[in-house]
Nanobody, 127 residues
């Protein structure tokens, strides 16, 4: 059974950085894309970034391009989200997710395309 465990959240001042980690187990992840989503209080869960495990193609939401970087470490079955120049509007619970990705020219970016979810980690950016 696929399990995803996030870590690395916390409290940081605006302009600061955090790195989130997502340790994956229980699946053949070469067939998957790994996504990061976030949900702020009172708002819907939204896509942040994703990476295909095979080939490493990535996709980002516009508001984080140039600030966030998603990467993977195959030997550790771990995906990272490096977040720089954080803003108060980045405050949310961040979730890691895994979903099948069979097409090399497309990186899944919708909630419905992801089947497995972690428990989430809180990121709070103070102004």
């Amino acid at each position: 059974q696929v399990q995803l465990v996030e870590s690395g959240g916390g409290l940081v001042q605006a302009g600061g950085s955090l790195r989130l980690s997502c340790a994956a187990s229980g699946g053949t992840f070469s067939l998957y894309a790994m996504g990061w989503f976030r949900q702020a209080p009172g708002k819907e869960r939204e896509f942040v970034a994703a990476i295909r495990w095979s080939g490493g193609s990535t996709y980002y939401r516009d508001s984080v391009k140039g600030r966030f970087t998603v990467s993977r470490e195959n030997a550790k079955n771990t995906v990272y989200l490096q977040m720089n120049t954080l803003k108060p509007e980045d405050t949310a619970v961040y979730y890691c997710a895994a979903g099948l990705s069979l097409y090399s020219d497309y990186v899944p970016r919708n909630l419905k395309e992801y089947d497995y979810w972690g428990q989430g980690t809180q990121v709070t950016v103070s102004s």
